[in-house]
């Protein structure tokens, strides 16, 4: 081989030993580009996984939408290293996105941004948050100080990025973030975002269907009116704070007036319909204030049925209160629509006043109960405030109640019989049965004060159960003992609630069966008012009263309606002009005339007409001259029990 | 010490000097020089590697630590562009050392002890702390007029505090021209 060859040869082998050592190190790079590659992707990987665990854990924790956003923004800010993180929200009416109390700052030196951010509302397309809003995608600003869509100020924030929170379809929140410096567009990032903004998404679906279901629990379903306990909830709250500032919580008790009415005649569903609008104007009243009030932090309730309870702090006085309650009146005084037509509603209203926390939720709530019923006695559209007196009067008659419970139990009721007399020579031909209740204690009480309240609940309905009874056994008790000379019948107080039993006339009929008393010694004494309670069963019980030989007599004649048509329609045998009117008789009022129209409509009608409260001999003979056949009054004799009255029977007349 | 900054050196002494220039430093350090990237390596080969470099050339070791980090700047910015395009100013970009350059670095080079940096700005000057036991102020300095040699800016550098001269840290005051 020559010298050349050779040269040749080493040349070459150096040339292949420097392109192999080239390939070997461009391969070398290759690798360790790859390695890093890897590496950088596996950390994002990581970092994503570690993000999405911190935004998962962080929301299920969070009972609120604000509490999940703030994990959120906390969470990205950790991850990134970005100092500044905010969550918009949108603003359901109108749509605009709204700062939030959900932040991340890192230092003090972005306060002047937080501000002006808190300053800053955005709609559709402006902004960076208005611009996720109106893509419905994420977005990423590298620089804001040369991005003609930034709207605030920069103020020490360059680097941003947004992404949106859609829930139920709907975008509901914008989360943003914030860096000092400009960062150019990470796609990889922005995508992780859009995750999540996923499973935000989702952790606020779930969040508001739990408020969902947290407020159908705490709210009316009608009128979205709080309910009775979270009514008790803020009331409890309003006493504490009340007490630590040392001011007024009223509390309004407001109760529709006949309302029953709207749903007897219209249906429910116009009931329903005006219950709505009769929120809508409360909620009204409560947001507004007047030249004279404003209403402090108010609740407005719905405890069921037409019952509204409105709380309202920091009234300051009494009259704050009573000026309220007639705002109230007033903003119900417009007609309501209902079906087309006009309704006028009015309402009764108790107030009352807590100072603090020497009251209590239940005590306050029945003492506004008491002064709102206090006001309805007083008639339609009144309002009453509670005071002692008042409770005093309420419990009362609650213990009133409960004692007279016991008392029908414990055979304490009486019946005294009071006659009536012929005023053609005065022999007792009937009697009225007159319910006593024989106190242990109080003695004698008179009908007077325990009727209206067993009128009030079904007590009424055993009382008179009892009377039915008792004075057939008396009936039948005379009827053996005197014959035809007994005073029969014997008339018996019926109440409307009584009437308004379909079941009446099979209880009379049990009882007459039971007795063994004729139904012509039974007499039932109605009040006109009983016979318009309700236009169907009166008439139809009434019919089968009569047909059973029962006497229908109509009580306190001339007070009521006195119409001619109850007269024709129910089978009525004898009137009872009411003792107002014979009162007068003979005193030189102009009542007679008025007795005389009775009288005489009565005997065109064959019914009889008894002069009810004679109290002296001029009366009596006015009466008998004006027409009337019998009478009933001190002046002849007054109630007695039984035994008191039979010597008069004996006798043949009472004087 | 990562590879990839002995990587950066070679490609730098091989461009500029000729792979011989890198084969006679690694000589003159008694290393073998296989670096790879992502590897760790003791901080006491590049400092053998500068002092061989620096008696070859005749020059102060720092002068030559500082052409290593002008020279790197351009690499990094072919490398990772996304760094660089935000910026306008060598200031803007110094600014994010901390908060985005280096914790890119640790992403990519997992377990890069990277020095910590403070600034602060007075009379016009961006007052630059720098915090590492490596003591490398001097790479700081080389990047930092790398970065203005990228950005079409001129700046110069006065260290009034240095770990070497014995203080707590290093202080660069980087003035830029007008």
């Known amino acids: 081989m020559t010298p050349d060859r050779l040269a040749e040869r080493a040349s070459t082998r150096l040339e292949v030993t420097e392109r192999r050592l080239r390939r070997e190190r461009l391969s070398r790079r290759e690798a360790e580009e790859i390695a890093e590659r890897t590496t950088r992707a596996l950390y994002d990987k990581q970092q994503e996984l570690v993000l999405l665990e911190a935004v998962v854990s962080a929301s299920n924790e969070s009972s609120t939408i604000e509490n999940a956003l703030q994990g959120a923004v906390d969470a990205v800010c950790a991850s990134t290293s970005w100092p500044v993180g905010h969550a918009y929200v949108r603003e359901p009416v109108s749509g605009d996105l709204v700062p939030s109390t959900s932040w991340h700052i890192e230092s003090g030196q972005f306060a002047a941004f937080r501000s002006a951010t808190e300053r800053t509302t955005f709609s559709k397309g402006i902004g960076l948050p208005g611009r996720v809003l109106a893509t419905g995608e994420p977005a990423w600003i590298a620089d804001v100080g040369e991005d003609p869509g930034f709207h605030r100020q920069r103020l020490g924030v360059r680097g941003a990025f947004a992404f949106p929170v859609h829930a139920d379809g709907e975008l509901r929140a914008v989360l943003e973030f914030f860096t000092p410096s400009p960062v150019a567009p990470d796609r990889a990032l922005l995508a992780v975002m859009g995750q999540i903004g996923r499973q935000l998404g989702r952790v606020v679906e779930r969040i508001r269907a739990q408020e969902q279901i947290a407020h159908q629990a705490t709210h009316d379903g009608l009128t979205g009116l709080a309910n009775r306990l979270l009514f008790r909830d803020r009331l409890e709250l309003a006493l504490a704070r009340a007490e630590r500032h040392g001011s007024f919580a009223a509390l309004l008790f407001i109760d529709l007036d006949r309302f029953k009415d709207v749903n007897d005649t219209l249906g429910h569903g116009a009931g329903d319909q005006l219950l709505r609008a009769v929120s809508e104007r409360l909620g009204k009243v409560l947001r507004g204030h007047d030249s004279v009030a404003r209403w402090g932090d108010s609740t407005v309730a719905r405890f069921g049925g037409d019952e509204f309870v409105v709380l309202c702090e920091d009234l300051g006085s009494e009259a704050g209160a009573v000026r309220l309650a007639e705002r109230v009146q007033e903003a119900l005084l417009e007609p309501f629509v209902l079906d087309r037509k006009d309704h006028l509603v009015t309402a009764s209203i108790g107030i009352v006043l807590a100072s603090g926390a020497d009251r209590h939720v239940e005590g306050l709530l029945r003492d506004a109960d008491i002064a709102m019923y206090r006001a309805k006695e007083r008639g339609p559209g009144n309002w009453e405030m509670f005071d002692v007196a008042l409770r005093d009067r309420a419990l009362e008659r609650a213990a009133t109640e409960r004692a007279l419970r016991l008392a029908v139990d414990a055979g304490e009721l009486r019946l005294h019989y009071q006659p009536i007399v012929s005023l053609d020579g005065g022999a007792i031909s009937s009697v009225e049965a007159l319910v006593r209740w024989q106190h242990p204690v109080r003695g004698l009480v008179p009908p007077g004060e325990f009727i209206p309240l067993a009128e009030e609940s079904s007590l009424i309905l055993q009382i008179g159960a009892w009377t039915l009874t008792e004075a057939c056994e008396q009936a039948a008790r005379w009827r053996a003992q005197f014959g035809d000379a007994a005073p029969l019948p014997v008339s018996v107080n019926v109440s409307a609630r009584q009437l308004a039993q379909p079941e009446l006339p099979a209880i009379v009929r049990q009882v007459l069966t039971d007795t063994g008393v004729r139904g012509a010694d039974l007499a039932i004494e109605l009040t006109e008012t009983a016979l318009i309670e309700d236009s169907g069963v009166p008439a139809a019980s009434l019919h089968a009263l009569k047909a059973l030989g029962v006497k229908i007599v109509l009580d306190d004649f001339g007070t009521g309606f006195s119409s001619l048509s109850h007269l024709q329609r129910f089978p009525i045998d004898a009137l009872k002009i009411d003792r107002s009117f014979v009162m007068h008789l003979g005193t030189g009022d102009d009542n007679r005339a008025i007795v005389r129209a009775i009288t005489a409509m009565a005997s065109a009608l064959g019914l009889d007409v008894v002069a009810e409260g004679v109290e002296t001999a001029g009366q009596a003979a006015e009466a008998r001259a004006l027409g009337c056949e019998w009478a009933q009054g001190y002046h002849f004799a007054r109630p007695a029990p039984a035994v008191e009255i039979e010597p008069l029977i004996r006798v043949g007349q009472p004087h | ?178």
């Not at chain 2, 053998?48 to 990094?76: C, E, H, I, Q, Y």
């Not at chain 2, 990772?80 to 914790?103: A, C, E, G, K, W």
Request: aromatic content about 10%; overall charge negative; some cysteine.
């Open chain 2, 1 to 178: 010490m990562k590879g990839v900054v002995f990587n950066l050196l070679e490609q730098l002494v091989s461009r500029d000097y000729g792979e011989d220039t890198w084969d006679a430093l690694l000589d003159a350090s008694g290393l073998d020089g296989s670096y790879t990237s992502l590897g760790s390596y003791p901080d006491e080969d590049l400092a053998k590697l500068v002092r061989a470099a620096a008696d070859a050339l005749a020059t102060p070791a720092d002068d030559v630590v500082t052409w290593f980090g002008r020279s790197a700047l351009p690499l990094f910015a072919v490398r990772y562009p996304q760094l660089f395009t935000p910026h306008r100013s060598t200031r803007s970009f110094v600014l994010t050392l901390n908060d985005i350059i280096h914790p890119e670095v640790r992403k990519l080079y997992p377990g890069a002890d990277v020095p910590e940096f403070d600034f602060d700005v007075r009379d016009e000057l961006l007052v630059m702390g720098y915090h590492s036991p490596r003591k490398l102020c001097a790479f700081a300095e080389g990047l930092l007029l790398g970065a203005a040699d990228h950005f079409g800016e001129r700046l110069t550098i006065e260290q009034p505090l240095c770990m070497k001269r014995g203080d707590e840290h290093c202080v660069l005051e980087i003035a830029f021209a007008a």
